[in-house]
T-cell receptor
């Protein structure tokens, strides 16, 4: 299965620590998205890449958050000085370009717990 | 902020019954998509309906779209216990030439054997 892969699946960290998550999209997809989902809510858009270019960042992304996609392949999402409010599921999705509308293919997410 | 609102928030039915979930949104869209999420997993795309379409079918799924009312419904016929999941509608907010999906809060469906 060559679906979207996220690592780690779970991360528990203490407040104030830095964490980094990784996403490997479907290989032929050049669009990559990060979403955050809290319990009982739908995913909230965080940021979007087309190839290596980060084209949009949500206001939800404070300056403690940074995302990269070097070489347009895998992506990382780093949270510095974590806070308890950062506890959530972080979802990565990818899609292809082309005509029409491509559905998003999601990974199984990284669940972050900040204690 | 979330564009769509699903109704009901939770739905509990018996196997074999039909399940209907509704979604309302606020702004003009290019298309509306429905996704399913099993507990602790990522979302899986179910069906897409374009803004110029009114109804679409896929297997046991039927989706309707009323752009004048800015609403959509998802019908799952002859439900099965395996349909137990959360269902989300997502609208396509075209921005800068790419598709950014905005999700609603979802409907949690429980199908009892």
């Amino acid at each position: 299965d060559t679906g979207v892969s996220q690592d780690p699946r779970h991360k528990i960290t203490k407040r104030g620590q830095n964490v980094t998550f990784r996403c490997d999209p479907i290989s032929e997809h050049n669009r990559l998205y990060w979403y955050r989902q809290t319990l009982g809510q739908g995913p909230e858009f965080l940021t979007y890449f087309q190839n290596e270019a980060q084209l949009e960042k949500s206001r939800l992304l404070s300056d403690r958050f940074s995302a990269e996609r070097p070489k347009g392949s895998f992506s990382t999402l780093e949270i510095q000085r974590t806070e308890q409010g950062d506890s959530a599921m972080y979802l990565c999705a990818s899609s292809s370009t082309g005509t029409g509308f491509s559905p998003l293919h999601f990974g199984n997410g990284t669940r972050l717990t900040v204690t | 902020s979330q564009q769509g609102e699903e109704d009901p928030q939770a739905l509990s039915i018996q196997e074999g019954e039909n399940a209907t979930m509704n979604c309302s949104y606020k702004t003009s869209i290019n298309n509306l998509q429905w996704y399913r999420q099993n507990s602790g997993r990522g979302l899986v795309h179910l069906i897409l309906i374009r803004s110029n379409e009114r109804e679409k079918h896929s297997g046991r799924l039927r989706v309707t779209l009323d752009t004048s009312k800015k609403s959509s419904s998802l019908l799952i016929t002859a439900s099965r216990a395996a349909d137990t999941a959360s269902y989300f509608c997502a609208t396509d907010a075209v921005s800068g030439g790419y598709n950014k999906l905005i999700f609603g809060a979802g409907t949690r469906l429980a199908v009892h054997p």
